[in-house]
C-alpha cells in the first residue's frame, strides 16, 4: 500500500512524480505529496485527500526541479491531513523521505530524536525517520540512510532526496520497489505501472536491497553496503494494457477483458491431443503428501475453489487457508508439502509471511501469480503466471477468473503425474477449457439485464449471497465485489449452512443472491431457494442457459452459458462482477478507489 515515486533525470520530476502517482493511486489515496529538488533547493507540497487536489495545488504553485519524490498514502499511524501526508521533511528542509511500510519500533526511536531536539510535524512512523537521517548525514546520504535503517525494525521501501546531492537513495525491507532504467535520466516506483510511460526496462530491488540512483547509473548492494547485480527485466506490459481505454471505470474495463484474459491464461498451456496442460514448472508433481493453498481477500476464494479442484482430480488433501491465520496456527508443513501462494500482486504481506513460514517448515512453494517480478515470486520455488495484464481496479476482477484457470491447470497437471486423472477425461475438460473464452464474452452479454436488476434492488441495505462447493467461493466473491464498492452490507454463506442460522436473516427486504448453475449441487441449491423464497426472501439466481425452472422460483435469473461443471466457476462470477459494479454506480460510489481501501496490502 501507499504508491512511491522517485525521479532523476533532464525532465521536469513534478511533471513525471504526477504521472507515476496517477498510475499509482490504485495502492493508495488517503494523501499526496512531492518534494522535488529545485534551484532553491528542495520544495515540497502536499495534499489530503486525492491526487488531485496535489495537481490542483501545483497548478497555484507550480514546482520545477529535475529530481524529486512522489507519494500517495494508505494511512496506517496518523490520519489523512497535510501534516500526515508525504514526503517527510527535516526542519532545515534539506532532506525528504517519503514511505511505504511501518516502522515498528518508531515510539522508541522518536522518543530518543526529540530528547535530541529534533522537532516532529506528524503523527506518522515515517517522520521518524527522515530525522535519523538527518542524524547521521555528514555529507554521504548512502551511508546515512544506511546507518539509520540499521536502527530501525519493520517493514519499509524508502525513496530519500537530499537538496545537495546528486542522486536520490531507495531501500526496502519487505515493501516493494522496482527501478526504471531510462537514457540520462532513471526512475523508482513501488509499482511497475507508475514507469509504464517512460520504460519497460527495469530492476526489482530484493528484499533488504538499496539503490543509489543518479541519471546516468544505477547501483545496488544491500543494507551493509555490499555490491549486488543489477538484473534488469523487460516488462511486457503496453501502456495500454495500464489505462481505461474508453471505459468509465478500470474495474468495468477489466471485467470486460475477461476474455481476452482466459486466453493469455491458457494461451499454449493446454495440449488437447495429449491431454495434457504444459506448465513449464520444475517442482515434481509426485513429491508431495498434501497441499496447503494461501491467499487472502479474493485470490483466497480462488484458492478455495482450486482444493475442491484439486482434491478432485489429483485426490490429494488440500487445505485452503487464509494467509493473516495461517502462521498463527503452527501449520502442518513438512517436506513433503506444497505450499501453494495465490496473489494478483505477489506482494501482499500477509501471503508472503504465510509463504516463509511454510518455507521454514520445509514445504516447497509454487506462486499463482499475475505481476512479474514481485516478492513472492522471487521467494517461491516456482512461478505460474496468470497473465492477467496489470489490473488497476481496487475490487479484484480479472485477475480471480485468471486464477481459477490457473488453479484448473495445476489441478491438471497434479491429477495427471499421480495418475489420478486420464487423457481421456483430460481431453474433455481441455476441450471445455478452450471454449472459455467464447463464453466469457457470451456472459458479458448479460450487461443490459444485470443493469435492470441494479436499479431494482441497490436501494436494499443488506444482501445474502449464497453457493454449494466449488460455488461457495463464488458466493463468498460475489459478497466481496458488492461490499467493497458498494458499501452495502453482504454475507455469503455455503448454501446447504443457511438453514443453520442465517435464515434467521431472510424476510421480504432481503434479496438473496443464489449461485446454481448446473452441476452436482444443483438439485439442493434448489432446494434452498425454495426454502428462502418460503420466507418472503427475494431470490436472483445465477443459473445456466435454459434452466426454465429456476425462472418459477425466482425473482430474478441471471444466465451463464452452459460449462463443464468443474469450470462453471469461471463464468458464473462475471455476472456478480458486474452486479456489484452497477449497484455501486447507482449508489455514485467511487468503484475504482473505494473508501479504507488499496490494492495490494503491504501491512500486516
Ligand atoms: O494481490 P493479492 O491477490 O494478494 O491481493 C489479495 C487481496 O488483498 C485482494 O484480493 C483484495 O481482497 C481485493 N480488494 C479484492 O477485490
Not at 485477475?399 to 491429477?415: F, K, N
Request: proline residues 5%; hydrophobic residues 40%; negative net charge.
Amino acid at each position: 500500500m501507499c504508491g512511491i515515486v522517485g525521479y532523476v533525470g533532464y525532465r521536469n520530476a513534478t511533471d513525471v512524480l504526477i504521472e507515476g502517482l496517477r498510475r499509482l493511486e490504485y495502492r493508495g489515496y488517503d494523501s499526496a505529496g512531492v518534494a522535488v529538488k529545485t534551484e532553491e533547493g528542495l520544495k515540497s507540497l502536499k495534499r489530503a485527500g486525492k491526487l488531485k487536489r496535489l495537481e490542483a495545488a501545483l497548478l497555484e504553485k507550480p514546482i520545477s526541479g529535475s529530481s524529486g519524490i512522489g507519494h500517495t498514502r494508505w494511512a496506517t499511524h496518523g490520519p489523512p491531513t497535510d501534516e500526515n501526508a508525504h514526503p517527510h521533511l527535516t526542519e532545515d528542509g534539506k532532506l525528504a523521505i517519503i514511505h511505504n511500510g511501518i516502522i515498528e519500533n518508531y515510539a522508541e526511536l522518536k522518543a530518543r530524536l526529540l530528547a535530541r531536539g529534533h522537532r516532529f510535524v506528524s503523527d506518522t512512523d515515517t517522520e521518524v525517520l527522515v530525522h535519523l537521517i538527518e542524524e547521521h548525514f555528514q555529507g554521504d546520504l548512502e551511508a546515512a540512510v544506511r546507518q539509520a535503517l540499521s536502527e530501525a525494525l519493520g517493514a519499509y521501501a524508502i525513496v530519500v532526496l537530499h537538496q545537495d546531492r546528486e542522486e536520490i537513495i531507495a531501500a526496502r525491507t519487505v515493501s516493494p520497489l522496482v527501478i526504471g532504467l531510462g537514457e540520462g535520466e532513471n526512475f523508482v516506483a513501488s509499482d511497475v505501472p507508475a514507469l509504464l510511460p517512460f520504460t519497460r526496462k527495469v530492476v526489482f530491488l530484493e528484499d533488504g536491497e538499496m539503490a543509489v540512483i543518479t541519471p546516468d547509473a544505477v547501483r545496488v548492494s544491500d543494507l551493509r553496503g555490499h555490491p549486488r547485480p543489477l538484473r534488469t527485466t523487460e516488462i511486457e506490459w503496453s501502456l495500454e494494457d495500464a489505462e481505461k481505454g474508453g471505459y468509465p471505470h478500470y474495474m468495468l474495463k477489466e471485467i470486460h477483458e475477461q476474455p481476452w484474459v482466459l486466453e493469455n491464461t491458457l494461451g499454449g498451456r493446454l495440449d488437447e491431443a495429449n491431454g495434457e496442460v504444459t506448465l513449464d514448472l520444475t517442482l515434481d508433481p509426485t513429491a508431495f503428501d498434501k497441499i496447503h493453498v494461501v491467499a487472502a481477500g479474493t485470490a483466497y476464494y480462488a484458492g478455495w475453489v482450486g482444493k475442491y479442484l484439486i482434491e478432485k482430480l489429483a485426490r490429494i488433501p488440500v487445505e485452503a487457508d487464509i494467509a493473516s491465520e495461517y502462521r498463527y496456527r503452527d501449520p502442518l508443513a513438512d517436506e513433503r508439502t506444497l505450499f501453494i501462494a495465490v496473489s494478483q500482486s505477489g506482494e501482499t504481506i500477509d501471503t508472503l509471511e504465510a509463504l516463509r513460514e511454510a518455507k521454514r517448515r520445509g514445504a516447497s512453494v509454487l506462486g499463482v501469480i499475475n505481476v512479474k517480478g514481485s516478492t513472492i515470486t522471487r521467494e517461491a520455488d516456482d512461478t505460474l503466471y496468470i497473465h492477467a495484464g496489470p489490473e488497476i481496479g481496487v475490487a479484484s476482477t480479472k485477475a480471480y477468473v485468471a486464477m481459477l484457470a490457473a488453479m484448473t491447470m495445476v489441478a491438471i497437471w497434479l491429477g495427471r503425474a499421480r495418475g489420478t486423472l486420464g487423457a481421456e477425461e483430460t481431453r474433455q475438460l481441455i476441450g471445455e477449457m478452450r471454449k472459455l473464452p467464447r463464453l466469457a464474452e457470451a456472459t458479458l452479454a448479460q450487461q443490459e439485464a444485470i443493469e435492470r436488476i441494479a436499479a431494482k434492488y441497490h436501494q436494499a441495505s443488506d444482501f445474502l449471497f449464497l453457493g454449494r462447493n466449488l460455488h461457495a467461493p463464488t458466493a463468498y466473491e460475489g459478497a466481496l465485489k458488492l461490499k467493497e464498492i458498494s458499501y452495502i452490507h453482504a454475507e455469503a454463506y455455503p448454501a446447504g449452512e443457511m438453514k443453520h442460522g442465517p435464515i434467521a436473516l431472510i424476510d421480504e427486504h432481503l434479496p438473496v443472491v443464489v449461485v446454481t448453475p448446473k452441476g452436482p449441487w444443483y438439485e439442493k441449491t434448489r432446494s434452498n431457494i425454495q426454502e428462502v423464497k418460503a420466507r418472503g426472501g427475494r431470490v436472483i439466481a445465477v443459473a445456466t442457459d435454459g434452466d426454465e425452472d429456476v425462472k418459477g422460483d425466482a425473482e430474478e435469473v441471471l444466465y451463464i452459458p452452459e460449462v463443464h461443471p468443474l469450470l462453471s466457476p469461471i463464468l458464473a462470477v462475471i455476472p456478480l462482477q458486474i452486479l456489484a459494479y452497477e449497484i455501486a454506480v447507482l449508489l455514485g460510489r467511487d468503484v475504482d478507489q473505494p473508501r479504507n481501501l488499496a490494492k495490494s496490502v503491504t501491512v500486516e
